[in-house]
């Protein structure tokens, strides 16, 4: 297979690391550091950050690692900070209020919701400009974090007041945050009186992330139609709208041209970068099983799916994290990702599975999210898709709406739903048996009582966080998820997927999942891509994240598979001997994970066939057939 160019970096800034910033004679501010304070769970804190306004003389469509890294700072900042008088004067928006001024930028406006209390469907918008050699840079930032009763938002796929879905298939609530970013973007550089040629830069954390993306798309397509969407006396060129996402959950609707392309990738949006860690649960959602994805282009953090030795950038991101001023109040544990293991039953224990003990927390979480799509929502081909898609409407939107109200109505909460999340789980792994819960998930006619037990845990799990839920009700729409939960469960046990659910049983797994979206880890992750924080810094050669799935039907099958001469796979006989890549051996059979790039020499000793496919995110299906090989050794590149 013919590989694909590989990408440029821009060159590495010189000599101002550790300097103020400093005004040249010309007016423009050369690449210097500045502290920035950013919200997080456990309270407001600071770090640096590097700046330029040179990042902004290139083209939008050449990625800029450094523009990445201060576009996530900028992003963080957005954050509502958490300081108890600015909750109380509703200035939640100070951090990145005062890392504009810092940098130059003027005339500050945040917007009405940014005012008030959240509500359900409130989005935080900040605008400021600043002058680059005579052209105006607009920035507009995005509340990700600290916004409370928007998470409701984040859940809502048609329009709450009649169950209708969009036509033109996008998220409702990312689509009706994304209007708002560009009505009130609008609005400002015609109160500002900003007309002519401009340049435009947004960015964005998770549930903004989305808002940013869909904002920039249609931002995006208006440019190409010449319809004026900012207004008529305002000229914006696509490669003058710089758009950095940062693990931003999926909203655009997922149609494709006649080869399966994706129309949300085609070079209409090639201005728009989203940064994905393989291993955060958030931009898997919504489901590409329900027909959502991403405007533009999506690039993975270097990770063992996408790359043989990914040591290096993964000993600098470390490095970095363990830095951050948070670090050990966030990441109680460490790191954890690397600790995350499948896991199976011997006898009634819990153990890891010796023959997944390679298979990585981001390959699980994609088969955990396809099988809860499929089973909990029925969405089991493309032809249901829109038929999951009214059943998670009519049953489960309300539900999750109802839900983050009361948790965000008192004010009390003020922890993070990451750590709510945990604290429920755990407290059903205490509480429950485990003979009692699998027990439970294999007889239907038990599952009713699994959803009374686990209703009342609910309930007082959120009482934990000083939230009043008022049980009785709500219980109809609580127990609707917690049905969907229990049959799912039911569902894929029957099937013989034990790991799927198993998996989730463990409280070190728990951990390892909750830390996958936090935006220090994000952080870390493109700091050390950045020539500004590491001297030699990876090359992100395979951003788009692709990799190669080998599959045999045969649990017994043998395989052995070798790069540059050296074995990186071993299986025989159902036992993984060498796993130098992510295999596994489960009840469908033998799969192993290649990255793309390398040439691979595979063997195979068996008289089924080998089905190869290269999972590619610009497609339609995502994992697109290569070949099925009935061939003992063939080759792979």
């Not at 034990?498 to 493109?526: D, M, R, V, W």
């Amino acid at each position: 297979m013919k590989q694909r160019p590989r990408h440029s970096f821009s060159k590495k800034w010189t000599a101002l690391t550790f300097l103020p910033f400093l005004l040249s004679s010309c007016g423009s501010i050369p690449v210097g550091n500045v502290r920035f304070d950013y919200q997080s769970s456990k309270g407001d804190f600071n770090t640096d950050l590097f700046f330029a306004d040179d990042y902004f003389s290139k083209p939008s469509t050449e990625y800029n690692p450094s523009l990445a890294t201060a576009s996530l700072s900028f992003a963080m900042a957005s954050f509502a900070s958490i300081k108890e008088s600015n909750i109380t004067k509703l200035t939640r928006y100070v951090n990145i209020e005062n890392l504009l001024g810092n940098v130059g930028f003027k005339d500050f406006v945040a917007n009405g919701d940014y005012h008030k209390k959240s509500e359900t469907d409130t989005i935080g918008l900040v605008f400021a400009h600043k002058e680059i050699d005579g052209t105006p840079l607009v920035y507009v930032g995005i509340r990700g974090a600290g916004y409370e009763a928007e998470w409701a938002s984040n859940l809502t796929i048609a329009d709450p007041a009649d169950g209708k879905l969009r036509e033109d298939g996008f998220h409702y609530g990312f689509r009706k945050a994304a209007d708002q970013f560009i009505t009130e973007l609008k609005d400002y550089l015609s109160s500002k009186n900003i007309k002519g040629d401009i340049k435009l830069w947004t960015s964005g954390y998770s549930r903004a992330g989305a808002t940013a993306n869909i904002a920039s798309g249609l931002i995006d397509q208006s440019i190409e139609n010449g319809t004026k969407i900012l207004g008529e006396e305002v000229n914006l060129k696509k490669e003058n709208f710089y758009s950095y996402c940062f693990e931003p959950p999926m909203g655009a609707p997922m149609k494709e041209d006649a080869q399966g392309f994706l129309l949300a990738r085609k070079d209409t949006y090639s201005n728009i970068f989203n940064h994905v860690n393989f291993n955060d649960l958030v931009p898997l959602v919504a489901m590409k099983e329900v027909e959502f994805t991403r405007f533009g282009n999506d690039r993975y953090f270097p990770d063992r799916v996408s790359y043989l030795n990914p040591s290096k950038e993964k000993s600098d991101m470390k490095r970095i994290l363990e830095s951050l001023p948070n670090y050990k109040l966030s990441f109680v544990n460490g790191y954890p990702i690397d600790n995350f293991h499948v896991k199976t039953l011997k006898g009634l224990k819990l153990i890891d599975d010796p023959n997944a003990l390679s298979w990585t927390e981001g390959l699980y979480l994609r088969e955990f999210i396809s099988e809860l799509t499929k089973f909990g929502l029925g969405a089991s081909s493309r032809e249901k898709a829109m038929e999951a898609k009214t059943s998670y409407v009519e049953k489960l939107q309300p539900a999750f709406r109802t839900i983050f109200d009361i948790i965000y109505r008192s004010g009390n909460f003020k922890g993070s739903l990451i750590d709510l999340g945990v604290s429920m789980i755990n407290d059903i792994i205490s509480i429950f048996d485990l003979d009692t819960l699998i027990n439970d998930f294999f007889v239907a006619e038990q599952r009713k009582y699994l959803v009374q037990d686990l209703t009342v845990i609910v309930n007082r799990g959120l009482e934990k966080f000083g939230i009043m839920f008022p049980l009785e009700e709500v219980k109809p729409k609580v127990q609707a998820f917690i049905k969907m939960l229990a049959d799912f469960g039911g569902d894929v046990i029957t099937k013989g997927l034990f790991q799927i659910i198993f998996t989730l049983f463990s409280k070190a797994n728990l951990s390892c999942l909750g830390t996958g979206h936090y935006p220090e880890l994000c952080l870390a992750e493109i700091r050390a891509l950045d020539p500004n924080y590491v001297n030699e810094p990876f090359k992100n050669t395979n951003p788009d994240g692709k990799y190669f799935t080998v599959s045999l039907p045969d649990q017994n099958a043998k395989m052995s598979i070798f790069e540059g001469g050296h074995e990186i796979v071993n299986v025989d006989n159902g036992v993984v001997y060498v796993a130098d890549v992510p295999t596994r051996i489960d009840v469908s059979g033998v799969d192993a994970i290649l990255p793309y790039g390398p040439q691979y020499e595979v063997k195979v000793f068996t008289d089924s066939e080998v089905d190869v496919t290269l999972c590619d995110y610009h497609y339609y299906d995502f994992y697109l057939d290569v070949d099925v090989c009935s061939q003992k050794t063939f080759t792979l590149s």
